[in-house]
């Protein structure tokens, strides 16, 4: 079918002629118009196998060879009776009709076999691609299968990816023309083919060509997808054994703390007053370490926690005043000999918050002021609503903040070089996650006349409302 | 009640480490209690049901039940004190156990002082006869008869809705309230999120009440869990 066209009018001829030296012996039996239907069959059968060309030349050739061997009078190309021209013009002209219809019909088998193969190559190639299972082995089996299907060397490249090299199967050939692999968002690649042998590319295999990159960045795209949810499953799975590992090493650790501490006070209680005073001691010192070390045990296991996204805040309805004086009041003992004030403005609204979260915040920054301050200066704690924010604010007059550290006071293990020892350096670290959490935002700064100001604003939400609206409203 | 021929209330530490079932014995014991142990949840329902506790310390994380479940048994049938000793911090938890029975809740590590406190105002709570008409905390003297609330001698005048939270209060004096309990109490309210009206009525009842409001000695915060209503001498 595909052979050359020389050879196709050199078969038609044979036919022909072998049809008119068979019709020699039987068109004396037959008569001249029977002749002319296997002439026909013979133009017919030959078409089914050949081009046009060669299909409306086997046409011609017959209509003539029947014509001069066996229509009266033989062996001349003259026709005498009507009725002869009549029938030599209708054979010529249904010989060519049925070569041109035989021809259309084959050239559309072609076109099927055509899409067939590209369906089927298209088809290999989607079934070799999802057997990939990482990106190199994409590349390769999708230039191994267009090397098969084209018959021609081929190069698939990726642009620069998430590591910034190209990668490719095969050293490009730069003047080979190119096909993007486009995902429907964005270019990924390309594919060049070798055009060896002086052969070109046809339209339909540049199409071929283009669902086959079609496909080849699908394949990609999914696999990027696959390495994407398997990171979420991982890191779910991580969180999970985090949370797991947190539950128990809260339970390890605070368990012994709890059995020591427990027993240090009982055996304060069995002190005999014939214990020497250093014995007293000792019995103190244990006690003031393990309060430390479950303080320093219960910071790290609540930074661990707010690390693994494990903090949920809980916003209820909270009086802020009462947040506020209750911390004061649990600090106090520590500000006995500092000149604690508190100033909370009245009428402050009900507000949504973490009464828990912000609670441990506002503590930690008071426990900071006991710690980083000297006795008899100033400690001022302030709370008021400011651009319909809460704001809480803790103010010293101790040493201030060292201008290296302020910017990153509330990074983790962030200490004061001189500092007091007795933090870990994540109380503020803590304040911040806790604030920030809810929604809220913490600062600090060095105060004008000296000592370090801290800031916690939370958002008041559209639901808070003053206190007097509420009376009004319950009563 | 009691099984022990002495006078001593009987104490039933539920607890998987022996380290602190030892510790807990040594501490009750010099305080006037006798003590019974329970190493598991299915252990310390048993013996609960065979020993009759005055009291019930139970662990959250044992190793056969959670302490939740042993608490949900053993409300089925005794009405004997529970006090949670649990290294859970979370409020949630706290809400859960309290919600689901429990008397009290404190946290590993504890103060011992504090515990024994603590037992000391469950033990009172539990003795019907150890309520009697006239309640003093402080300053504050209730007379739940005759609905007369007094501060340091002088009548205070509370609305319906204080009084009723405020009996509340000391009807289960020394008691954690959840939240949850109070607004279902008081406002029929389902949910316990919506602490505000709590809040503001907290804040009516201290300014009545309290010596300084922003000092609360009486009606204390249990944050993120509830409130409690104190009892001083």
């Known amino acids: 079918m595909e052979s050359r066209p020389l050879a196709q009018y050199l078969a038609v001829t044979v036919a022909v002629g072998l049809t008119t030296g068979a019709a020699f012996f039987f068109t004396p039996v037959v008569g001249p118009h029977a002749t002319a239907l296997v002439f026909l069959l013979t133009v017919v059968l030959a078409s089914l196998f050949v081009d046009r060309g060669p299909a409306l030349f086997a046409a011609a050739l017959s209509a003539l060879s029947w014509d001069y061997f066996f229509l009266a009078p033989v062996f001349a190309f003259e026709i005498h009776n009507f009725e002869d021209d009549m029938l030599f013009a209708m054979y010529f002209v249904v010989a060519l009709a049925l070569g041109q219809l035989t021809t259309r019909i084959k050239r559309q088998q072609e076109q099927e076999k055509e899409r067939e193969r590209r369906a089927t190559a298209l088809y290999l190639l989607t079934r070799e691609l999802t057997e990939a299972r990482t990106v190199e082995e994409i590349l ?64 339909a295999q540049r199409l071929l060509l283009e669902s086959f990159a079609q496909q080849i960045a699908l394949a990609l795209d999914r696999l ?93 309805e909270c009086d802020p005043a009462e947040l506020v004086h209750l911390c004061c009041a649990e600090i106090e003992a520590r500000l006995a000999r500092h000149r604690f004030s508190v100033k909370v403005a009245a009428h402050l609204p009900i507000m949504k918050m973490d009464f828990v979260l912000t609670r441990s915040a506002l503590s930690n920054l008071l426990a900071n002021a006991a710690m980083h301050t000297p006795a008899g200066t100033a400690v001022e704690v302030s709370a008021r609503v400011e651009s319909s924010q809460f704001v809480i604010t803790v103010g010293d007059r101790g040493p201030g903040i060292d201008a290296q550290l302020l910017p990153r006071i509330f990074g983790k293990f962030a200490r004061a070089p001189g500092a007091p020892p007795g933090g870990a350096g994540l109380g503020l670290s803590l304040v911040k996650g806790f604030i920030e959490a809810q929604g809220g935002a913490v600062a600090a700064e060095n105060q004008a006349g000296g000592g370090a100001l801290f800031t916690i604003r939370l958002p008041l939400g559209k639901e808070a409302e003053a206190p007097a609206a509420a009376r009004e409203l319950l009563r | 009640m009691k099984t022990s021929p002495s006078e001593r209330p009987l104490a039933l530490v539920i607890d998987d480490e022996p380290q602190m079932r030892r510790l807990l014995r040594v501490c009750l014991e010099m305080n006037g ?107 504050l003297s209730v007379n739940l008869a005759a609905r007369i609330v007094k501060v340091g001698g002088e009548i205070v005048k509370l609305t319906a809705t204080e009084h009723a939270l405020l009996v509340l209060f000391v009807q289960n004096a020394g008691r954690v309230l959840t939240h949850g309990y109070l607004l279902r109490e008081i406002w029929n309210a389902r949910d316990p999120e919506q602490t505000g009206i709590l809040r503001v009525y907290m804040g009516y009842l201290r300014e009545k009440l309290e010596a300084d409001p922003s000092k609360p000695q009486l009606l204390l915060t249990e944050p993120g869990v509830g409130y409690r209503l104190a009892m001083l001498d």
């Open chain 2, 33 to 139: 209690y006798e003590v019974a142990e329970a190493g598991t949840g299915a252990e310390g329902a048993e013996r609960a049901a065979l020993c009759q506790p005055d009291i019930v310390l139970l662990d959250l994380g044992l190793p056969d039940m959670e302490g939740h479940a042993v608490l949900k048994r053993l409300r089925e049938w005794s009405q004997a004190p529970v006090m949670v000793v649990s290294v859970r911090q979370r409020e949630a938890e706290k809400i859960a156990a309290l919600d689901g029975g429990a008397n009290d809740y404190i946290t590993k590590p504890f103060g011992t002082g504090e515990l024994l406190a603590r037992l000391r105002v469950l033990q009172r709570y539990k003795q019907p006869s150890g309520r009697p008409e006239v309640f003093h905390s402080g300053a």
């Open chain 1, 140 to 203: 390769a089996r999708a230039r191994a299968q267009i090397e098969a299907t084209f018959q021609m060397g081929a190069a698939v490249t990726l642009h620069g990816g998430r590591d910034g090299t190209a990668r490719t199967t095969n050293g490009a050939d730069e003047k080979a023309p190119g096909v993007p692999l486009f995902n429907g968002v964005e270019n990924l690649g390309e594919i060049r083919l070798r055009a060896g042998g002086g052969r070109g590319v046809s339209h």
């Open chain 1, 224 to 316: 990027r997808l696959r390495e994407l949810s398997e990171q979420t499953r991982l890191l779910m799975e991580s969180e999970r054994l985090s949370k797991a590992l947190l539950d128990s090493m809260s339970h390890e650790l605070r368990t012994p703390i709890a059995a020591i501490k427990s027993a240090t006070e009982t055996l304060l209680e069995l002190r005999k007053p014939g214990l020497s005073g250093l014995q007293d001691q000792m019995i103190a010192e244990i006690g003031e370490a393990t309060e430390r070390l479950d303080h320093v045990v219960g910071n790290a296991l609540e930074l661990n926690r707010l690390e693994s996204g494990a903090v949920k805040p809980i916003m209820n």
